[in-house]
């Protein structure tokens, strides 16, 4: 274990484990396959992380990769010290763009009330509620209620108060698959 380079480590860890998570990851540290593993630095690991032209996603699971195999050599005696510990990624996360419907555009999908689309699409603005839970949700048209949820504990079986912007409208049954 000694003279264990990158890839040998890899290949070693990666016995009997599905690694097809890591397989793509393990492709940008091409450079350091030869290099020995007990050789190879902080500075090493985290530039070759920072200098690969992949992903975001892929950079975080390329410094997974690494947790796991230092992990692994030192289980083993391959290494002394935990390199891929002393650094971290900083990856950008992506920022959603939200838009609101315009009032413009509200009138149009009430002109349209007859279309599903334009139902389904009303009844998730004045309620909240994601698709799935619109075309599955109770409707008690008594007191003007909805009762639905699929997503979380707390959101199971709500109770939604049905608007008045949407009290009329007939809400199409379907399933969802």
């Given amino acids: 274990t000694e003279n264990w380079t990158f890839e040998k480590v890899y290949e070693e860890w990666s016995k009997g484990r599905d690694t097809k998570n890591y397989d793509s990851p393990y492709r940008y540290f091409e450079p350091l396959y030869k290099t020995r593993f007990k050789d190879l630095k902080t ?73 599903p689309v334009a139902m389904i699409t009303l009844v998730q603005l004045y309620s909240g509620m994601r698709i799935s839970e619109v075309l599955s ?13 699929v997503k979380t504990k707390a959101g199971k079986n ?9 009290q009329d409208i007939e809400i199409p049954r379907m399933t969802v698959d």
Avoid: W
Avoid at 103 to 113: M, Q, R, T
Avoid at 158 to 166: D, T
């Fill in 43 to 115: 500075m090493d690991l985290e530039q070759a992380i920072l200098k690969s032209n992949a992903k975001p996603t892929t950079k975080r699971m390329m410094k997974t990769l690494l947790n796991q195999m230092y992990k692994y050599a030192l289980k083993y005696d391959i290494v002394n010290v935990d390199y891929a510990s002393r650094f971290a990624i900083q990856t950008p996360q992506t920022k959603i763009v939200r838009r609101l419907y315009t009032h413009e555009e509200i009138d149009v999908l009430k002109a349209n009330v007859g279309s």
């Fill in 137 to 149: 949700c109770e409707v008690d048209r008594e007191n003007n209620l909805f009762k639905g949820g």
């Fill in 158 to 166: 709500r109770i939604i108060p049905i608007h008045s912007a949407i």
